[in-house]
């Protein structure tokens, strides 16, 4: 939290210091001219040079020409007609930001030297917006008139028509170092949003990927932080912290971390699109790219280990073109051959970056890229949302297409146990030469089939259809049993049998269980059945209650019917398990005794989903 606050208060301390420097004064800077000596050897010395000043060249004279890591190029700046303008007072020389630089003066007769390139200073007060500068009298003027310099660039090539040099006064150095202006706090501000974006989405990324590992994710949260690395990595001083006073391997990272960007961006794309089986040909670019990109990596390092920087120059460039032609081709690729919309994700992002990264190189300014890359990175995070939502609807599809196939294959056990239960009943009444009632039976047997058949395409039923077929049955039964025991059907008031679905035939094993091993068993002739319905929270209670003589008692009557009837009761266990996982003891047993602890009959709960569950 006082990380979060000591942020906070350092922005307002910028804004108010960017609008307390409206009242400062105009700063002061003029540029200088000078004249350059390019030489091959880094062994001469100050003395040497200042024999050698014949050698030194108007910047005409090397027009088109471009600097070269293996180059030393002395600077001599002439500031005769300066030193009426300077006199005694203390002025700055505001040099570029060179690889390496060193001043040349004049101390009390003997020259000095100091160290101000970018990577041999070390006491930088904010290398993001500032860098060494050197401050002089007309007293350290060699010859009273010159200052040289002894420059090297390594890290890029510089037009050298394009070095400047500038003196300016002290108080535009305290500007400088106390105050930022508009355009500077702009930068500032934007760059720290941008690692905060950066921080969030690796922080949420990477915790996805631990959660669910899909690759995808990692390469995301990968390619994020190495693009946190290349633009914003010197915002929080991390490689400075990391790095320490190595302002080469600095740099190194630096450079690096765009092949790294890269590489994650071209593996991530592979893994989201599925290139492997949706875009074989692309994806064997991928593959391709992705060997050239870990080449580059290595030999990169090496020719940094052997200090061959014109060599890594190279490699960059070759790297950057290599790049910029396959997120064009790679684009109009997927634009022409497109499976699904994930592909306009990745194609809308890659364009932001494309644009930022080239305005990056064209106009040097990192606020650019900086902009499309926080547009890119926004665009993909909603992509892998977009996936992920995809493929729960696909999964929530495909499971409940399972379930319903599953349903309909333990279903299909339940139709043809019935069937046969019933056709013995009527070839019974057939042998005991009982037309009539064969007659009746059979045309009932008939009517509750077809609507049997004509529901098997439904996966659920109304519950006053089901009630209707369970009658049907109950009175097929009572008509073969000659109407030996009784039944009773009860609907709670709270329950609306004509809205209600139901999965179909889910009670009727239950009650040809009670009937067949419960009721017919009994001796008496009170033999009664109730069926009962209930709702209850987020399912349907169905009671099934005989007085038939009990569980215990019906294993003694082993026979084959009793053994369909089982499977038919274990067969529709299962679909009540398939509709609803959630609930714990779908079907419940209750033996009933009487004061003696004799069985006096069964009771059976079942608890039906109304709302089918998917998860």
């Not at 391997?249 to 492997?276: G, H």
């Not at 909603?382 to 196939?405: M, R």
């Not at 009444?429 to 037309?435: C, N």
């Amino acid at each position: 939290m006082s990380t979060y606050i000591t942020a906070i208060v350092g922005v307002f301390i910028l804004i108010y210091n960017s609008i307390a420097t409206q009242d400062l004064p105009t700063h002061f800077q003029a540029e200088l001219p000078y004249r350059l000596f390019e030489t091959s050897t880094d062994t001469l010395t100050i003395e040497e040079v200042l024999q050698c000043n014949s050698r030194f060249k108007s910047i005409d004279y090397y027009n088109n020409r471009k600097t070269h890591p293996k180059k030393i190029y002395w600077i001599k700046i002439d500031l005769t007609q300066q030193r009426n303008h300077i006199k005694d007072s203390i002025w700055y020389l505001v040099p570029e930001k060179y690889d390496y630089a060193s001043v040349y003066y004049n101390t009390n007769g003997n020259i000095s030297e100091k160290m101000v390139g970018r990577f041999q200073i070390s006491n930088i007060s904010n290398p993001v917006l500032h860098y060494s500068d050197f401050s002089f009298t007309t007293k350290q003027l060699i010859d009273n008139r010159y200052i040289y310099l002894k420059i090297k660039y390594i890290t890029k090539f510089k037009p050298i028509s394009s070095i400047k040099f500038y003196y300016t006064s002290p108080s535009t150095i305290l500007l400088q170092d106390a105050y930022y202006d508009w355009e500077q706090l702009k930068m500032f501000a934007l760059r720290h949003m941008f690692s905060g974006v950066c921080l969030i989405v690796f922080i949420l990324t990477f915790a996805f990927f631990i959660i669910s590992k899909r690759t995808e994710f990692l390469f995301y949260s990968l390619y994020v932080f190495w693009l946190f690395v290349y633009l914003t990595g010197d915002v929080f001083r991390i490689k400075y912290f990391i790095f320490g006073d190595n302002r080469l391997a600095f740099y190194w990272v630096n450079e690096i971390s765009q092949v790294f960007i890269n590489l994650c961006y071209v593996i991530f794309v592979s893994y989201y699109l599925s290139t492997k089986t949706a875009y074989p040909k692309l994806n064997q670019i991928l593959k391709t790219i992705t060997y050239v990109l870990v080449f580059i990596i290595g030999l990169d390092s090496i020719f940094f280990l052997f200090n061959h920087f014109e060599m890594n120059i190279y490699v960059m460039n070759i790297q950057r073109i290599i790049m910029t032609i396959f997120g064009i081709g790679g684009m109009i690729y997927l634009i022409k051959y497109a499976k699904n919309h994930l592909t306009y994700f990745i194609v809308c992002g890659s364009f932001l970056y494309m644009i930022g990264a080239l305005a990056l190189m064209f106009f040097k300014k990192v606020e650019y890229m900086i902009l499309g890359g926080t547009l890119e990175i926004t665009i993909f995070a909603i992509g892998l949302a977009y996936k992920v939502h995809q493929e729960y609807k696909a999964k929530l599809y495909f499971q409940k297409e399972s379930f319903i196939n599953n349903n309909k294959a333990l279903r299909s056990q339940i139709n043809p146990h019935f069937i046969f239960n019933s056709l013995v009943s009527i070839q019974h009444l057939i042998l005991s030469d009982k037309k009539d009632l064969a007659i009746q039976y059979l045309s009932k047997f008939s009517s509750l089939t077809r609507k049997v058949l004509d529901s098997s395409f439904e996966d659920t039923v109304f519950l006053s259809e089901e009630i209707k077929l369970l009658k049907q049955y109950i009175e097929l039964e009572r008509l073969r049993f000659h109407h030996t025991f009784n039944y009773t059907i009860n609907i709670q008031d709270e329950l609306e049998p004509d809205t209600t679905e139901v999965p179909m035939l889910i009670v009727q094993p239950f009650v040809e269980n009670a009937i067949l091993h419960g009721l017919l068993n009994k001796k008496d002739d009170d033999k009664q059945l109730t069926i009962t319905f209930k709702k209850e929270e987020s399912y349907i209670c169905c009671e099934v209650d005989d007085n038939g003589i009990g569980r215990k008692a019906s294993i003694a009557f082993k026979t084959l019917i009793k053994h369909k009837v089982s499977r038919g009761i274990e067969v529709t266990s299962n679909r009540l398990k398939n509709l609803n996982t959630s609930v714990n003891n779908q079907v419940r047993f209750i033996d009933k005794t009487d004061d003696n602890g004799n069985e006096i009959g069964t009771t059976v709960i079942i608890k039906i989903p109304i709302q089918l569950d998917f998860d």
